[in-house]
């Protein structure tokens, strides 16, 4: 990957904003924060385009609900063609189960928010980054 060099300016304070980014995310410098940032937004833009990504959907519940955990497989079962896997972790009395997924980025809104709104389900995210 060839790099070019350019200049940007900004003001004072939000080059203190960024330089506590940097610290705050251990960066090495501030042209990786900014490399991050910009890559960040395209995927961004990626998902609310709709195209094709890939991501996860991390849930959080108690192990001890099997209903919560026959709802969630109720709802991959009627939505597997955007999953690609699952995996269930037992933390103590949690289940962290992880839900890989590809698909369009509104079929994966939609299954990520039927799966966090289960019943019993504490914690879930949807994380989803560019597939091509």
Not at 1 to 13: A, C, I, K, N, Y
Not at 54 to 83: F, H, M, W
Request: include cysteine; charge should be neutral; aromatic fraction near 6%.
């Amino acid at each position: 990957m060839s790099v070019t060099r350019f200049g940007v300016s900004l003001d004072e304070e939000l080059l203190k904003a960024l330089d506590g980014y940097v610290k705050d995310n251990a960066f090495l410098n501030r042209s990786q924060a900014i490399r991050f940032l910009i890559e960040k937004n395209l995927v961004e833009q990626k998902w609310r385009c709709d195209n094709l990504v890939a991501g996860a959907v991390t849930l959080v519940y108690p192990s001890d609900k099997r209903d919560v955990q026959a709802n969630l497989a109720q709802i991959q079962a009627e939505q597997q063609e955007c999953i690609l896997n699952s995996q269930i972790f037992r933390i103590g009395n949690l289940c962290l189960e992880i839900v890989a997924v590809k698909g369009p980025s509104f079929k994966l809104t939609v299954l990520a928010d039927l799966l966090i709104a289960v019943k019993g389900v504490q914690h879930g995210k949807l994380i989803m980054s560019k597939v091509d």
